[in-house]
């Protein structure tokens, strides 16, 4: 492989020889000078060409400059020139001398999209979107993120598992359930890997991470939901409560966006226009039942009964803005009645759940809780919430043959990165957005 | 969260008081002296609890000892004791003194299956064959293998993307397709992630990779086929040929084969009575064509035209142990006749693709080419193979705005598990196996 160097790369190095692979992002052909602005996965630079002269006229059959007038936008070329560090130049100070071009593909001169296009249109062709810096910064910065909590999981004795997505029968719910042809049967895809890393649990895996895709059959067309999500779960055996879940995730989060700002702040700042903030440990933790109540005293009513609307989300982040300057707060303790049946129930007050929701900035990033792991009470459980123990069998059996404490919990991947990054659409920060009306490209 | 020591780490521990976590292997309720062996994700420990005596005899009202005796096999308990290290205990040299026992639960004391239960049965009740000693390092390895490749990718460059799995048409063939409902019309699950990691390419990303599921409708039976596997995934721009790529396959491996060693060695010797070969750099390569001579010359005629059969495949595995001492080879050079259409062809011999199989001790791993990135041989590529461009609409555009030179390749992540431990199919080192008969548990 021939040696690149990466734009992001030539500040820190010293005039002299260096060969560029990129986009070209923007050509001048000058009647004395061509300027191409090459873009690579890290940053923009400017390559010129003064054309040579002869008689102090442009030399007009010039092979080179003949090449560089061929060049449309999205061209993908190698460089080969000479870095220059130069202050006079506004794009970082530097340029490119160009000795010699080699084109590999031409670009369609025409692109159908263009700074102003539609977040719709965008996605048809995500693909050039995706070539704007900010949008591989993203990446970046997702990879960032995704490391740090895999160094926090090995240094912390989890295990990484990788569930199944075909199943046999529903996970949670039938309702938002895609269901697929399976030989002479049917399957269904997972909504989540819950039963799973239970299961984990029980096969005495102690700590379990998985990051992976779900699938839901929403309908829904809001800034964060999609059809298909990557779902980030953890499951710990051998916890007191939902409190030792809390601790893990909050440290995740905490290493997480200490990591992205010391990694990708400055490109963070310059490109979005945020300032990474990183959290101090321990999030604010409120229950539900006082978040309702402040929530009310801010003068809303919050009208589910037992859970946060959108609006008492937003009231309860502002509070939490106001009273600790946080961004995140742990709502805890929902009754159970709006909970999943394997949710673990207070021991001193059944009518609530040893759960969680972690809520930043007002949107909703994760549910955790400690799971009932007795099966007497997970079967009065399931009977409670009106579902048939026989349905549940498989997963019933789990508890069988002895289980575990334990707990966990699951975050989107790409709320956190909408988040951070102060974006509108979870659409914005995705590879490829998959929602009702959206499987292309 | 109490503080729990895993059995693993007693050994480099002094004597004294310690809390352990884990479940009941066997109970030996003697008379003057109780035995349990308790197991946790590491390992095997023994608890000891000589009875209380009064008047020389028993203690038969002792409620520590009646509490032992309810033990099954399986039980999930907290054990608190003190550790003693005694050269005469065989297991390990150590023993823990029992001075308080929490059962967290119960086993059905009639455990389903037994050490020697056929591998369907078992995979019945995965979560309880897990329980294995050897099965829960099965995922220390697996995780130690993963965060070795993520962590070469993090150091050159290459950043994370999630895929979607839903699909509007077929990425590759018609062939063993999963279609399933979607809302008003149909989707498709991805039979691998090939069009969107190369899309990733033209969004200017550089280098990718990917560890994510990949659904194929397979009615095959064989030791290293699934419905549902997780596939390992990496494109990279900007390369000269599929060598490149071959380069960097290499390298992940000895890394991956390297970190495993090192951390799990001595428990992969003691448990699967293998002895971790990290292999050498350069592995050996061997063009199709000369492959097929030697196993000829070897006494096997290959029956597949432009392939190896099964038994090329061990014949030539065979040629390269002996004339290599390697246990890996990269096959090139495959016909266009039996590759995709996307591959490239070499230049001086447009007959022959720049793709490799890479085999390890028989098995095929990974398939990995240079991809075809210009766009009006790409067409005519497809139509070669009796493809309609139209049908590939969406791929194609890919290609229309600039495409840098590209290749990758895609690895099955259990079959470098099962070959690594020298298992005899892929359904014994997975999480739960996925076949044309299995969706449960």
């Known amino acids: ?20 692979g990129g986009w070209v992002e923007k050509l001048r052909d ?4 061509q300027f191409v602005i090459l873009r690579d996965e890290s940053g923009d630079v400017q390559v010129t060409y003064p054309r040579p002269v002869i008689d102090e006229q442009p030399d007009e059959n010039d092979a080179l400059a003949a090449k560089i007038s061929t060049l449309t936008s999205g061209s993908f070329v190698w460089v080969t020139g000479r870095l220059v560090h130069d202050e006079r130049v506004k794009l970082g100070g530097l340029e490119i001398q160009l000795e010699d071009l080699e084109i590999v593909t031409l670009a369609d001169p025409i692109s159908p999209i263009a700074e102003d296009t539609s977040i719709d249109k965008r996605l048809d062709w995500r693909f050039l979107d995706l070539r704007r810096t900010e949008m591989n910064l993203v990446f970046q910065i ?18 990484e598992i990788h569930s199944p997505k075909l199943m046999a029968s529903p996970s949670e719910s039938n309702a938002e359930l895609f269901k697929l042809e399976y030989f002479e049967g049917n399957a269904y895809l997972a909504q989540s890997p819950q039963f799973y890393k239970q299961m984990a649990m029980m096969s005495g895996l102690g700590r379990i991470f998985e990051i992976g895709p779900v699938f ?39 290493r997480a966006i200490s990591a992205v700002k010391e990694k990708h702040g400055d490109e963070i700042l310059k490109h979005f226009g945020v300032e990474v903030q990183v959290p101090s440990i321990p999030f604010p933790r409120i229950s539900l039942n006082d978040a309702v109540e402040i929530i009310k005293q801010r003068g809303h009513s919050v009208e589910r009964a037992g859970d946060l609307d959108p609006e008492g989300e937003r009231q309860i982040a502002a509070h939490v803005a106001e009273e600790f300057g946080h961004e995140f707060v742990f709502v805890t303790d929902y009754p159970a009645t ?18 969680y929701d ?36 498989t997963y019933l059996d789990f508890f069988k043959y ?18 951070l990054l102060h974006q509108p659409n979870i659409r914005e920060v995705g590879f490829l957005f998959r929602g009702p009306n959206r499987l292309e490209p």
Do not use: C
Request: hydrophobic share 40%; no cysteine.
């Open 358 to 393: 972690l809520i930043w900035r007002g949107t909703e990033i994760t549910t955790g809780a400690q799971r009932e792991h007795r099966l007497d009470v997970l079967i009065e459980q399931v009977k409670q919430k009106g579902l048939e123990p026989e349905g549940l069998q």
């Open 402 to 419: 002895g289980a575990p404490a334990h707990g966990g919990f699951g975050m989107g991947l790409l709320r956190v990165l909408m988040l």
């Open 1 to 20: 492989m021939r040696e690149r160097t990466l734009v992001k790369d030539l500040a820190a190095r010293a005039d002299g020889p260096v060969v560029l």
């Open 338 to 355: 709006v909970r999943p049946f394997y949710h673990m129930r207070h021991e001193d007050n059944p009518a609530l759940t040893k759960s």
């Open 216 to 254: 839901r059959a929403d309908p829904s067309f809001t800034s964060r939901h999609a059809t298909e999500f990557v779902s980030v779960d953890i499951e710990v055996s051998w916890i007191d409560s939902h409190e030792d879940i809390m601790a893990i995730q909050e440290q995740l989060l905490h």
């Open 142 to 159: 997702q990879t960032t993120i995704e490391a740090a909590w895999r160094e926090y999981w090995v240094e912390n004795g989890f295990v």
């Open 30 to 33: 000058q009647k004395r000078i």
